[in-house]
T-cell receptor
Framework: KQEVTQIPAALSVPEGENLVLNCSFTDSAIYNLQWFRQDPGKGLTSLLLIQSSQREQTSGRLNASLDKSSGRSTLYIAASQPGDSATYLC????????????FGTGTRLKVLA | DVKVTQSSRYLVKRTGEKVFLECVQDMDHENMFWYRQDPGLGLRLIYFSYDVKMKEKGDIPEGYSVSREKKERFSLILESASTNQTSMYLCASQLGVAGRETQYFGPGTRLLVL
């Protein structure tokens, strides 16, 4: 059974720091992986989607990498800002033929001004 | 931009009531999803639909049903609300095209069952 883990559960960093959020999954047979951010009491906003054939995706200050063989993805945030404070979740879609996604429980990030 | 709207942001219901949560998307997406989000458990899939009138059970379908009569609208029904269904409910939609599977979420409905 696929399990998705995000460690640490919470993280505080000073403004301007580059940081890495981690996502681990137990079964490497994934179709794609998506990173989201969630602000308190709100829905999820998609940040990056990586297909299983890709190694990384970039959007602005965000870079997500995928290493299927080791069951890991990282989200790199460059030059962090207080506005980046949110919970970051990763989700893996199981292999093609199903639309099911398994979500991690998230990393709560606080960027201190 | 894709817009996914949910009928209520907050809802308070009594045990045993029938509850309807509605979700509407405006981008002609084939796939729609209902999740619930609980502290420490993350998001769990209740049901998803890949076409009008088509649905599949997710991981926790017990006590819920769904309806998709029109492509843009996906309803979640709690047949007889119970206190353990108090949760944040999130709807999402997704284009059913390979390589474009980004999920777009609504703002969520926080349901309290008394």
């Amino acid at each position: 059974k696929q399990e998705v883990t995000q460690i640490p559960a919470a993280l505080s960093v000073p403004e301007g720091e580059n940081l890495v959020l981690n996502c681990s999954f137990t079964d490497s047979a994934i179709y794609n992986l998506q990173w989201f951010r969630q602000d308190p009491g709100k829905g999820l906003t998609s940040l990056l989607l990586i297909q299983s054939s890709q190694r990384e995706q970039t959007s602005g200050r965000l870079n997500a990498s995928l290493d299927k063989s080791s069951g890991r993805s990282t989200l790199y945030i460059a030059a962090s800002q207080p506005g980046d404070s949110a919970t970051y979740l990763c989700a893996v879609r199981l292999t093609s033929g199903t639309y099911k996604y398994i979500f991690g429980t998230g990393t709560r990030l606080k960027v201190l001004a | 931009d894709v817009k996914v709207t949910q009928s209520s942001r907050y809802l308070v219901k009594r045990t045993g009531e029938k509850v309807f949560l509605e979700c509407v998307q405006d981008m002609d997406h084939e796939n729609m999803f209902w999740y619930r989000q609980d502290p420490g458990l993350g998001l769990r899939l209740i049901y998803f639909s890949y076409d009008v009138k088509m649905k599949e059970k997710g991981d926790i379908p017990e006590g819920y049903s769904v309806s998709r009569e029109k492509k843009e609208r996906f309803s979640l029904i709690l047949e007889s609300a119970s206190t353990n269904q108090t949760s944040m409910y999130l709807c999402a939609s997704q284009l059913g095209v390979a390589g474009r599977e980004t999920q777009y979420f609504g703002p969520g409905t926080r349901l309290l069952v008394l």
